[in-house]
């Protein structure tokens, strides 16, 4: 079990909460504001980067170097999130929706 700092609930709602109080910061002061401020597009970009990268780290075989990538995959999913309005707690409720359901299921009932 995960102590308080390193849960990964608590870690990210944490960090959820520092882009939250980015949003409205100077975009040369924070690379979370520059982020926001170069809108959707930026956001998806810059995670779809992390995402290959991760990718790429997982199929490396280094446990290290995919561990640093999914914080930054992380990191940056949170920021596409937040430009969105989309909160954890709504990732959250689609996720708790598809619970104890068949992957193929739920795949299949979005079509």
Do not use: P, Q, W
């Amino acid at each position: 079990m995960a102590d308080a700092k390193n849960d990964i609930g608590a870690m990210l709602t944490r960090l959820e909460a520092t882009i939250a109080a980015r949003k409205g910061a100077s975009a040369d002061a924070s690379y979370t504001a520059r982020l926001l401020a170069g809108g959707a597009e930026k956001c998806a970009k810059k995670f779809g980067e992390e995402a290959v990268e991760a990718a790429l780290a997982a199929v490396s075989g280094d446990k290290k170097h995919l561990t640093a990538e999914a914080a930054d995959v992380l990191y940056h999913l949170l920021v596409m999130l937040a430009k969105s309005d989309v909160t954890l707690e709504d990732v959250a409720a689609a996720l708790a929706a598809r619970e104890g359901v068949s992957g193929h299921d739920e795949k299949a009932s979005r079509k």
